[in-house]
Nanobody, 122 residues
Framework: QVQLVESGGGLVQPGGSLRLSCVASGFGVDYTAMAWFRQAPGKERGGVSCISGRNDNTYYSESVKGRFIISRDNAKNTVYLQMNNLKPEDTAVYYC???????????????WGQGTQVTVSS
């Protein structure tokens, strides 16, 4: 059974850091494009970052470039999103997704997690 389980969200002050984790089961993250999306209230779900399958090419949205880092631990079948210098506009539900190739479009991904809430506020 394919499953993605995110964790690591929470409340953090502006300028703080969080690390999100996404544990996969039922498939291997090493040959799968793994991405993080986020959705704020009243907004569409948008791509944040992606790491491609078979190699370690990474992609970031302009709004998080230089602050967020995506990585993958194949032994743990887990993908991470290290989020630094967080801003209030980063507040959203963050979703992990898996697909054939990195894409900013949600319909390109076959697998989705349930999401984890990240709130950046003083």
């Amino acid at each position: 059974q394919v499953q993605l389980v995110e964790s690591g969200g929470g409340l953090v002050q502006p300028g703080g850091s969080l690390r999100l984790s996404c544990v996969a089961s039922g498939f291997g993250v090493d040959y799968t494009a793994m991405a993080w999306f986020r959705q704020a209230p009243g907004k569409e779900r948008g791509g944040v970052s992606c790491i491609s399958g078979r190699n370690d090419n990474t992609y970031y949205s302009e709004s998080v470039k230089g602050r967020f880092i995506i990585s993958r631990d194949n032994a743990k079948n887990t993908v991470y999103l290290q989020m630094n210098n967080l801003k209030p506009e980063d507040t959203a539900v963050y979703y992990c997704a898996g697909g054939d190739q990195c894409s900013p479009h949600t319909h390109q991904y076959n697998y989705w997690g349930q999401g984890t809430q990240v709130t950046v506020s003083s």
